[in-house]
Nanobody, 124 residues
Framework: VQLQASGGGLVQAGDSLRLSCAAS????????MAWFRQAPGKEREFVAG????????LYTDSVKGRFTISRDNSKNTLYLQMNSLKPDDAAVYYC??????????????????WGQGTLVTVSS
């Protein structure tokens, strides 16, 4: 599976942005998918995850109510709608695919495939 993230950019605090992750290769619906992010000098952290069918989602507390993860399996594309962006949301965002079990769904090692990352910059 190859993943290509896009949609990052420079926005102001309070603005919205939608990230996309196009998957190619084995059908993406076979995998759970997720978004992680990594800010300068910090470790990569889990942001949101979604099951293969899209029926279940998972979010880190800091983005609940502001970010929405979704997927369109007919287009093999994962999305992250980000609203009310804050300067703390600035990071390189990575999409990932794999089949983590519940206890590893928020862990980097739960995912086998990674996109190249897209930069989100939020000015205050």
């Amino acid at each position: 599976v190859q993943l290509q993230a896009s949609g990052g950019g420079l926005v102001q605090a309070g603005d919205s942005l939608r990230l996309s992750c196009a998957a190619s290769g084995r059908t993406s619906s076979s995998y759970k998918m997720a978004w992680f992010r990594q800010a300068p000098g910090k470790e990569r952290e889990f942001v949101a995850g979604i099951t293969g069918s899209g029926s279940n989602t998972l979010y880190t507390d800091s983005v609940k109510g502001r970010f929405t993860i979704s997927r369109d399996n007919s287009k093999n594309t994962l999305y992250l709608q980000m609203n009310s962006l804050k300067p703390d949301d600035a990071a390189v965002y990575y999409c990932a695919a794999g089949n983590p079990i519940t206890s590893t769904a928020r862990r980097i090692y739960g995912y086998n495939y990674w996109g190249q990352g897209t930069l989100v910059t939020v000015s205050s």
